[in-house]
């Protein structure tokens, strides 16, 4: 992830970072169960916010390729292209699962 680009956007503010990654990492596992659930059903409208909620908090702590792969997803919801949305869960996934790690290192 990028971290210096997110203490840039945070004025250099350490304390207030490392809050954000620890929300990151208390929320998303369950953010990520929400979007999966969504999807599963069907349920478009929901999957817009899921994955618009996981694009926001993944961008601020600098999770590049996350926050990119669910601006994807929201813009599949958007679309309803339900089949595109599936596509990206995998990856999307994936890049959680590192981010959450590298963050709780």
């Given at each position: 992830?990028?971290?210096e ?10 304390t207030?970072?490392a ?7 208390r ?18 409208e ?10 926001g908090?993944?961008a601020?702590?600098?999770?590049k390729?996350?926050s990119?792969l669910?601006k994807d997803?929201e ?18 996934e994936?890049?959680i699962?590192y981010?959450m ?5």
């Amino acid at each position: 992830s990028d971290r210096e680009g997110a203490l840039g956007r945070l004025m250099n503010n350490e304390t207030l970072l490392a809050h954000l990654e620890s929300i990151f990492l208390r929320d998303t596992p369950n953010d990520m169960e929400t979007l999966r659930q969504t999807l599963k059903s069907g349920n478009m409208e929901g999957l817009v916010i899921a994955s618009h909620t996981i694009k926001g908090t993944a961008a601020t702590v600098g999770a590049k390729r996350a926050s990119s792969l669910a601006k994807d997803m929201e813009q599949a919801a958007r679309a309803g292209e339900k089949e595109q949305a599936e596509n990206l869960l995998a990856p999307l996934e994936d890049e959680i699962q590192y981010v959450m790690k590298e963050l709780a290192e």
